[in-house]
Nanobody, 121 residues
């Protein structure tokens, strides 16, 4: 069974940094795109950043220049380096991966359990 496990959330002051990590475990054929989403209280879940297997990255306008997404295809991991954090970055951050369970199968989206990021003084 495929599992995504996130780590690295916490409380940080405005202007600070955090690094989120997500590891994919279990049995599968391949991982396609990976990404990070976030959901603040009372708001819809939104895409923060995504990255393809060949490291083409896209970002939400609100985080461009502050956040960097990266992945390690050997470790089946994706990371989100968050710098210059703002109070409006406060949210639960979710890891997402599009995974093909076995050769010839359709790819499905899998989610982590979420990790809380709070930016506050």
């Amino acid at each position: 069974q495929v599992q995504l496990v996130e780590s690295g959330g916490g409380l940080v002051q405005p202007g600070g940094s955090l690094r989120l990590s997500c590891v994919v475990s279990g049995s599968f054929f391949s991982i396609n795109a990976m990404g990070w989403y976030r959901q603040a209280p009372g708001k819809q879940r939104e895409l923060v950043a995504s990255i393809t297997p060949v490291n083409f990255a896209t970002y939400a306008d609100s985080v461009k220049g502050r956040f960097t997404i990266s992945r390690d295809n050997v470790k089946n991991s994706v990371y989100l380096q968050m710098n210059s954090l703002k109070p409006e970055d406060t949210a639960v951050y979710y890891c997402n991966a599009v995974i093909r369970p076995f050769t010839g199968a359709l790819a499905n989206a899998y989610w982590g359990q979420g990790t809380q990021v709070t930016v506050s003084s």
